[in-house]
Structures are given as structure tokens and as C-alpha cells.
């Protein structure tokens, strides 16, 4: 395992937190970076440094061809003092997966999370001590080859970037309304949907854009060919609870697999409800909300954690539930999984790394 070497860190500093945190805007003092080059044998030189800007060609390929991947997991401060990270193994080989679809290196998963665990432990006073606060992480690989052709790139560079993040419903857990579109795809099978690149948010910026304008928070995307089926939501994996079924899109290449959404499939299996990915059409969504049949809605993800829906549009139709309460399953699961996460309850399932 690569030695990994600590440069210009600063020991004991003081965290500055501003007390109403805006996710993303926020960062810690350090950041692991490493190298990759064909030439030089594959990673190297993997370093723990101070926060600063990146230099770059302008003719770095990342800029040209769009080969930029990346994962978000987060940190916790638990009830007793201990710091974890929630599920990172998953995470890097979600992050390998889509480096191999965009012909890019893989990582040793074991030597990521080591190192993840070094900057984490570094920077842990950067992780609020507040309930429903975290620690988010954010790894991103890109091509940095100086090189205008089109062809997968000799070098790269990855790194792992802090930022102490504040509860995602400041007020509570409110529900809220999704636009499900029939204007737009947000990817097709055998693409790269699967994958977390970001050309996949690029193409999903103006859908969202125009939702935010009708009032709507994110966008239900539904499948490229058929506009048929419901595939995800613009951050999060959906669920739809029947009163006899819980069910969530199957993954069929077009849909990121989501850590969040792999835990609550588990939970839900373990609580005994007859829990099923399957294909599921919008219809059948509209059709169940105006037989009854329909309870909930919800959607997972890694910033939110669980995501109640206030109402559902498509088309001229819109499915309302609450504005005001979050749906029963989907409050139980966020407790359930933020309990873990802090805590409060035993992670029976092995899912946190501790520092």
C-alpha cells in the first residue's frame, strides 16, 4: 500500500463554522489528492495537503471530452464522541464502476478509504457538533492529459474534498413537490447513466431549471425510449409504497445505484414489507393515487437521506399528499438510517468505518 505523505497540513486548527451552514459552500482546511499517469506505472504520489486552487491546462481533456466522475458520502460525530463514515466502501466501488465505463483508472478501494480515514481524522473538528449535522465528502476523479484528440486521457487526478454540511430541511422534515418531465431524457440504456459523471447533471440542468420556475423542487425522470417508466429523481432514487408493495425502479443501466437506496431496499426486506424493484410506469403511479391504492412517496439519497414527496405532476395531472408531514414510512426510514448514522441506535448491518 502507497505511503501517503502529509504536505503543508496545519495541526490543530480551528474550525470556522458559520452557524447557518449553506451546503457546498463551506470547506475544510485539507484535501487528499493523488496522481494518475500510464507512463509513471498508474497512481502515485498520493498526499495530504492545505486546501487550494488546482492548475490546469487549458487544454487539459477534461475541459474537451468530459471525462469527470465523482461520489458524495458523508462523516458523522456519533452520541459518543467516535467519528464514522457511513458505507464507503460502497461508494469507491460505485466510483470504480463509472471510472471503468469512462475509460478511466480504478482505485484501490482499500487504499481510498485508508486515506479517506487520514483526511477525515485530520479534519474531524470540521464535523459540527449539532444534531443532523455531517461532515459531506466529496471524490472526484478528471483527466488532466494536455491534449486536443479524442481518446481517453494518460493522466488523471483524484481528490477528496471536506465540507461540514447542516441538516438538509433546516425547519424539519418537509415533503416536496417533483415535476415529472416527458420534455426531456436524463440518460438512455447502455449509457451512462449508471454511472455518477458529471455530464449526467450538465444534462439535467435545464429540466431542473425549468421545474424551480413552476415551483417544483427536483425533476422525476421517465425512461428515453418509451417515456413510459419512472427511472430517479435529479438527486435521489425513488420509492413508491402501495398498500400492498413497496417497490423502486429496477436498475436497467439508465439509473445510478444509490447507496442510500441499496440501504433502505435492506431495512425494508428486514421489517418484512414485500419490498420489489421492478419496472414501474407513471401510469401506474397516477392510477394508484386515484384508486387509493397509492400511500407514499419518497425519494433517497445521500444529502437528504430520505426525501417525502408534498405532490407529484405529470402532465395536467397533479397528485397531492401533505404539505405539512413527511409520509410515515418515509419518516421511520429516516430515523432508522440516521440513527445508525449517529448512533443512537447499533448498526446491525456493519454499514460505518470508524476512524
Not at 468530459?66 to 458520502?73: D, M, P, R, S, T
Not at 462523516?75 to 459518543?80: R, W
Amino acid at each position: 500500500m502507497k505511503e501517503i505523505k502529509f504536505n503543508l497540513i496545519e495541526t490543530n486548527q480551528e474550525a470556522s463554522i458559520p452557524e447557518n451552514l449553506i451546503f457546498g459552500k463551506v470547506f475544510a482546511s485539507h484535501m487528499f489528492e493523488m496522481d494518475y499517469d500510464d507512463s509513471k506505472g498508474g497512481w502515485f504520489n498520493p498526499q495530504i495537503t492545505k486546501v487550494d486552487t488546482l492548475s490546469l491546462s487549458p487544454a487539459a481533456m477534461v475541459f474537451h471530452y468530459g471525462q469527470a466522475i465523482f461520489e458524495g458520502l458523508k462523516a458523522f460525530k456519533q452520541a459518543d464522541g467516535k467519528v464514522a463514515i457511513f458505507r464507503p466502501r460502497k461508494n469507491f466501488e460505485r466510483l470504480n464502476n463509472s471510472a471503468t465505463r469512462l475509460c478511466m483508472p480504478t482505485v484501490d478501494v482499500d487504499f481510498a478509504i485508508e486515506a479517506l480515514k487520514e483526511l477525515v481524522k485530520l479534519d474531524q473538528n470540521w464535523i459540527p457538533e449539532r444534531a443532523g449535522y455531517s461532515l459531506y465528502i466529496r471524490p472526484v476523479m478528471f483527466s488532466t492529459d494536455p491534449v486536443l484528440g479524442v481518446r481517453p486521457s494518460n493522466t488523471y487526478k483524484l481528490y477528496f474534498l471536506l465540507s461540514p454540511v447542516g441538516p438538509y430541511y433546516p425547519e424539519g422534515f418537509k415533503p416536496v413537490p417533483i415535476l415529472a418531465t416527458d420534455k426531456y431524457i436524463r440518460a438512455a440504456a447502455k449509457g451512462v447513466g449508471s454511472c455518477k459523471c458529471a455530464g449526467n447533471y450538465a444534462a439535467s440542468l435545464l429540466a431542473q431549471k425549468e421545474a424551480k420556475e413552476q415551483g417544483f423542487s427536483q425533476v422525476l425522470w421517465l425512461d428515453s425510449i418509451e417515456q413510459k417508466f419512472i427511472e430517479e429523481v435529479g438527486t435521489m432514487n425513488i420509492f413508491i409504497q402501495f398498500k400492498d408493495e413497496v417497490v423502486t425502479p429496477a436498475l436497467t443501466g439508465s439509473i445510478l445505484p444509490g447507496v442510500t437506496r441499496l440501504s433502505v431496499i435492506q431495512i425494508l426486506k428486514d421489517w418484512e414489507y414485500n419490498m420489489n424493484e421492478r419496472n414501474i410506469s407513471i401510469q401506474e403511479v397516477v392510477d394508484g393515487y386515484d384508486s387509493g391504492n397509492l400511500v407514499e412517496l419518497f425519494g433517497t439519497g445521500t444529502a437528504a437521506v430520505i426525501s417525502s414527496l408534498s405532490k407529484l405532476k405529470y402532465q395536467n395531472k397533479v397528485m397531492k399528499f401533505s404539505d405539512a408531514e413527511a409520509g410515515e414510512l418515509g419518516k421511520k426510514l429516516y430515523s432508522e438510517i440516521t440513527g445508525i448514522q449517529y448512533g443512537l441506535i447499533p448498526d446491525r448491518y456493519n454499514w460505518l468505518t470508524y476512524l
